[in-house]
């Protein structure tokens, strides 16, 4: 069982850098993968980044390759996502998520989520 917390949500202005945590509980932490979501009001959940047990790999959605930046850090049981240059249409709900596996690009292949945490981009 993995518990989640994410912080670090706000109202910027485009162009701004936000980072966004994710603290997770458990002692396994670092064999789960880690995801990043977000979403948007009246839109689906959609994937943004995620990372493997070690960190060693990392996948991005289109839309946020060169401007986010997906870490972690297992002796803080934490993940963290670095948002630079953000534009309005990053505005969402971001989600962290954790599977016990590979690192995974769909929603539904992760069983642990947390509550998320407001981005708000004002243009």
């Known amino acids: 069982q993995v518990q989640l917390v994410e912080s670090g949500g706000g109202l910027v202005q485009a162009g701004d850098s936000l980072r966004l945590s994710c603290a997770a509980s458990?002692?396994?932490?670092?064999?789960?993968?880690m995801g990043w979501f977000r979403q948007a009001p009246g839109k689906e959940r959609e994937f943004v980044a995620a990372?493997?047990?070690?960190?060693?790999?990392?996948n991005y959605v289109g839309s946020v390759k060169g401007r986010f930046a997906i870490s972690r850090d297992n002796a803080k049981n934490t993940v963290y996502l670095q948002m630079n240059s953000l534009k309005p249409e990053d505005t969402a709900v971001y989600y962290c998520a954790a599977r016990s596996s590979f690192i995974h690009t769909m929603a539904n292949e992760y069983a642990y989520w947390g509550q998320g945490t407001q981005v708000t981009v004002a243009s």
């Open positions: 458990g002692r396994t932490f670092s064999s789960y993968a």
């Open positions: 990372i493997n047990w070690s960190g060693g790999s990392t």
